[in-house]
């Protein structure tokens, strides 16, 4: 089936030090891989999309890169912020369908 | 352009009675999708729904739990009977139609927060 795995959490780093969020997948076919933020008490936002092999998504200073050959899409960001403080979820959506199929989540705090 | 508008943010019942969210997706969206967080855990997809079809129900439990979108007005996801285990938060998500075969962006509202007591 389909299902994606991410880094267990929580994680907690300091502000100005880098951070990777580990996601790896498994599916049929050629998924569309995305990281969405939940800030407290909000929805889901968009954070950015990738959708084919070795495409990079970036938005805000984030960045992960659709690897195929290790079924991978980790978060990476150089230098975090309190404000990026949040749940992040790493998504697949499978080629021809709209649904997505989410990790658990990784809380992150980034403390001052 | 509002968002994905979800009502009530929040929502108390006791055991046995009914709950009814309400979606309204982002304008010129016509799919709908829904999804449950319980805590501590991530989003498990409920159902996808287009105006008046259901796509996809497979994440709706069998009993209890319905959805609908009609052809005109929001998107209700009803549950009757809650029971403690219904506590959770409720996302609705919509999407436009299909531009690509894939990495089509879907857009979710803040929730609703149910709690059964």
């Known amino acids: 089936g389909n299902s994606v795995t991410q880094m267990e959490g929580p994680v907690t780093l300091s502000e100005e030090a880098f951070l990777t969020i580990n996601c790896t997948y498994t599916?049929?076919?050629?998924?569309?891989l995305f990281w969405y933020v939940q800030y407290p008490g909000e929805g889901l936002q968009l954070l950015l999309k990738?959708?084919?092999?070795?495409d990079k998504g970036s938005n805000k200073g984030f960045e992960a890169t659709y690897r195929k050959e290790t079924t991978s899409f980790h978060l990476e960001k150089g230098s975090v912020q309190v404000s990026d403080s949040a749940v992040y979820f790493c998504a697949l959506q499978i080629q021809g369908a709209q649904k997505l199929v989410f990790g658990q989540g990784t809380r992150l705090t980034i403390n001052p | 352009n509002a968002g994905v508008m979800q009502n009530p943010r929040h929502l108390v019942r006791r055991r046995g009675q009914e709950a009814r969210l309400r979606c309204s997706p982002m304008?010129?969206?016509?799919?709908v999708y829904w999804y449950r967080q319980l805590p501590e855990e991530g989003l498990k997809f409920m159902v996808y729904?287009?105006?008046?079809?259901?796509?996809?129900e497979s994440g709706m439990p069998k009993e209890r739990f319905s959805a609908e979108f009609p052809k005109e007005g929001p998107s209700i996801l009803r549950i009757q009977q809650v029971v403690r285990g219904d506590s959770a938060a409720y996302f609705c998500?919509?999407?436009?139609?299909?531009?690509?075969?894939?990495?089509?962006?879907?857009?979710f509202g803040e929730g609703s927060w149910l709690t059964v007591v």
């Open positions: 998500a919509s999407s436009p139609e299909m531009r690509a075969v894939s990495g089509n962006t879907i857009y």
């Open positions: 729904l287009q105006k008046e079809n259901i796509i996809d």
């Open positions: 599916a049929t076919g050629y998924p569309s």
């Open positions: 990738a959708t084919k092999a070795d």
């Open positions: 304008k010129g969206h016509s799919h």
